[in-house]
């Protein structure tokens, strides 16, 4: 009899942990099962009495806060990372990606050269094809040129 008594005891408690523990996370909480577990009818009364846990983000509000979040760290002296989009503390020399804040600033220079380059390219290319067409150079001397240029 005294372990039949213990038995539904301990299941009674689980079910008052699991009852406390649905309510807690309901109002925005994480956890609470203790509460039911140790305490009963009392953990019920004092979790369902809790306040609604409103700091607890939904989705949207972490997405739009997280961007609020970059806006205030880039004001506050922090840096994008080129590489990899992150935004980065002042404080942080290093980004995750492994590009520092000096390097960072080359990958930026970086990307404009190459760009810059290609829209030389096409430029010098472009030329040629013209010199071709006016037949100031032959088909030959176009080809060599479009390769040096391509570097093919
Ligand atoms: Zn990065």
């Known amino acids: 009899m005294l372990w039949a008594s213990l038995i539904v005891s301990v299941i009674t408690a689980i079910i008052f942990g699991i009852v406390s523990k649905t309510i807690n996370e309901n109002k925005g909480y994480y956890g609470g099962f203790a509460w039911g577990f140790w305490l009963g009818i009392i953990g019920i009364i004092?979790?369902?009495?809790?306040?609604?846990?409103?700091?607890?983000?939904?989705?949207?509000?972490k997405i739009y806060n997280d961007d609020l979040r970059k806006e205030r760290i880039v004001s506050e002296g922090g840096w994008k990372c080129n590489r990899c989009g992150?935004?980065?503390?002042s404080y942080t020399t290093t980004c995750i990606c492994?590009?520092?804040?000096?390097?960072?600033?080359?990958?930026?220079?970086?990307?404009?050269?190459?760009?810059?380059?290609?829209t030389s390219q096409a430029?010098?290319?472009?030329?040629?094809?013209?010199?071709?067409?006016?037949?100031?150079?032959?088909?030959?001397?176009?080809?060599?040129?479009?390769?040096?240029l391509l570097n093919l």
Request: contains cysteine; aromatic residues 6%; charged residues 45%.
């Open 86 to 89: 992150r935004t980065n503390a």
């Open 46 to 61: 004092v979790v369902a009495c809790k306040p609604e846990n409103k700091s607890r983000e939904s989705f949207a509000e």
């Open 98 to 118: 492994g590009t520092s804040e000096k390097e960072n600033k080359n990958w930026e220079k970086k990307e404009v050269k190459t760009s810059d380059r290609q």
């Open 123 to 148: 430029d010098e290319l472009k030329k040629f094809k013209d010199l071709l067409d006016s037949g100031a150079i032959t088909q030959e001397e176009y080809n060599v040129k479009k390769k040096q």
